[in-house]
Each structure stands twice: as C-alpha cells, then as structure tokens.
C-alpha cells in the first residue's frame, strides 16, 4: 500500500511540475501592479541582480549580489542602486545605499556547496525609506514544503529592462536551508524573491542563489530564510555586528544531487 502510495504522489506531482506556468513579462503598469516592490539592484554599472523590498528601507537579495562575481571584492554601499519596480527604463523609485549586511556565515570563496548556498542572503539598507504609496514591502513567510506552489519575480540577462513574472513553479525538494525549486532563473535572477502563492498577497519565503541540474533536470535553488534573516534584521536595526550563530541543518545528500550549481548574476556589459 505504501509503495502504492508512493507511485501516485510521483504521478501526481510530475504533472504538476509539468503544469508550471511560463514567464510573463512585465510590459505595462498594469502586468506589474501588486509587484512594485520587487526591483534591480544595479552595481557600479557592471552587474545587477534581483531584490526584494521587506521594509520601506531594507532590500532581501543574496549575499553573493554583493561581491564582485570575478575578484570576489565586496561592493562598497556607494555603487549600489536599487530601483524599485523598474521597467523600460523608468523606475517607481531610485534609491542608492547606506550600507550592507552579509550574512556572516556565507562564504563566496568557499568549493563547499554547504557554506555558499544555506547562508546566500544579505540586506541592503537604503539612504531612504520608499515610501510612496505604490511601492508596498512584502511580507516574509516559514519556509515552503516539498510539493509546494509558488512563484519568482525576477530580472534576467535577456530581461534586463522589465521583471518577469513566473507564478507556478513548484518545491521540488528542501533541506537544511536551502530549496531546490522548478523556477525558471537565468543570470541577474540571482537575489529574486521566491514567493509562496498559496495564501492571499504573495509571501516571500526564500531568494534566488543558484541555478543548477537535479535528478535530470534544470532547478533553481534558493536560500532559506528562518532565523538568518530575523537575526540580520536586528543587526540592521541595532547597527551592530552582532551575529547569533544559527544551525543550518542536514544538507549533505541533497547537496550530492546538485550538480554544478552557478550563481546568477547579470552581466551590464
């Protein structure tokens, strides 16, 4: 019976992931109305990735966003600009950077999938709040499960200019801190909200760090959020560098099913 069981939870859940929906692109104010606070975070005009507004003055993005993907020399705060619900040139606002927390325990240097994927996130802490009325923060949510529905808002290479929009895509597999999900992200995806889409307005429950193959097919992973990003948030608010050590959790076997993961950050040359 177990093994029954077993047969058609696969069955089922293959033509879920078969169902994922495709990109839509943000083209008008009206395709992107409710997604405002998503935005591109620019780098001295070279890189940008994706983030997320969760207060009108902090931006969710992956730690990895902050260092130069070649020299891995960190971006100083004054050559980083956010650009909340950017498309075709104009933005809902423009704001540059006071300053910048990595989480401690991420390591971009490191060969170890462990240390550069579980702790791949950061906050980006504006000059000034956004506070316009349009632009709305979204609200953080526990982590997803196995077999979950929900949704990227993301820039890429190719889509440099709008954000798009991929509203099913599904959890395919969670451990220790990280989410391997069905997601389509390609490079400047990297630090895009990962949104569970099951509960009223759309909840951010983890960032894009990676993209990579899983058990024969292409995923994204992204960064668990959890205590990490309660404990970065009190560094923000507290203006310290005070960091409570949290415990990632068991992610060797899936790490030994990711292979290759690449980070995703966009090219502006």
């Known amino acids: 019976m177990r093994k029954l069981l077993t047969i058609l939870f696969l069955a089922v859940f293959a033509g879920q992931a078969m169902a994922d929906s495709q990109l839509k692109r943000f083209r008008t104010g009206d395709d992107s109305r409710g997604w405002e606070a998503v935005g591109r975070l620019d780098f001295d005009g070279e890189s940008f990735c994706t983030g997320a507004l969760i207060t009108p003055s902090l931006v969710l993005t992956a730690a990895h966003c902050i260092y130069d993907i070649d020299s891995h020399k960190r971006h100083a705060p004054e050559v980083i600009t956010f650009r909340a619900g ?6 809902q606002a423009y704001r540059d950077v006071r300053r910048v927390f990595v989480h401690p325990e991420f390591s971009i240097n490191s060969a170890n999938k462990k240390a550069r ?6 906050l980006v802490e504006l000059d000034r709040p956004v506070r316009n009325g349009t632009v709305v923060p979204f609200e953080i949510a526990p982590t997803a499960k196995n077999g979950e529905t929900v949704g990227v808002v993301s820039y890429a290479l190719d889509r440099s200019q709008a954000a798009s929009l ?20 390609d490079f400047g995806s990297s630090g895009a909200p990962i949104f569970s889409m099951t509960d009223g307005r759309p909840k ?20 668990a959020l959890g205590d990490a990003l309660e404990h ?8 310290t560098t005070y960091f409570k050590k949290a415990d990632a959790g068991q992610f060797n076997s899936l790490a030994d099913e990711l292979s290759a993961p690449v980070y995703v950050v966009g090219s502006s040359k």
């Open 166 to 185: 991929q509203e099913t895509c599904h959890v395919l597999a969670r451990q220790g801190g990280v989410l391997v999900t069905s997601c389509d992200v």
């Open 117 to 122: 994927l579980t702790r791949d996130i950061a």
């Open 86 to 91: 950017f498309r075709n040139g104009h933005a």
């Open 232 to 239: 970065l948030m009190k560094m923000a608010s507290s203006e």
């Open 204 to 223: 951010i429950v983890s960032v894009v760090s990676a993209k990579a193959q899983f058990r024969g097919r292409k995923v994204s992973v992204g960064t």
